[in-house]
Nanobody, 119 residues
Framework: QVQLVESGGGLVQAGDSLRLSCAAS??????YAWFRQAPGKEREFVAR??????YYTDSVKGRFTISRDNAKNTVFLQMNSLKPEDTAVYYC????????????????WGQGTQVTVSS
């Protein structure tokens, strides 16, 4: 069965770093992505990776990096210089559909991991 299992969230101070992990099982996918949802806000796209290409939303460019360990079928989100506005539940997602930033294209989702950044 296909599962995406996330880990790595936590409580940090502004300026700190975290690395989120998303371990996929059952299948491999052409596109992996990270989304996040802050309290009272809609879920938003953060980053995606497909065929070695990466794309980031403007608010995280230069601070976040999406990568993949192919042998372990695990996707990572390295988050540096964290800001309080990065506080959200972070979700990994995967699809074999054409790569876009739309959450509608992603068929499989992790359970979410909480990232809280204090001032």
């Amino acid at each position: 069965q296909v599962q995406l299992v996330e880990s790595g969230g936590g409580l940090v101070q502004a300026g700190d770093s975290l690395r989120l992990s998303c371990a996929a099982s059952g299948r491999t996918f052409s596109t992996y992505a990270w989304f996040r949802q802050a309290p009272g806000k809609e879920r938003e796209f953060v980053a995606r990776r497909s065929l070695g290409r990466t794309y980031y939303t403007d608010s995280v460019k230069g601070r976040f990096t999406i990568s993949r360990d192919n042998a372990k079928n695990t996707v990572f989100l390295q988050m540096n210089s964290l800001k309080p506005e990065d506080t959200a539940v972070y979700y990994c997602a995967a699809t074999n559909a054409p790569s876009t930033s739309s959450q509608r294209t992603y068929d499989y989702w992790g359970q979410g991991t909480q990232v809280t950044v204090s001032s």
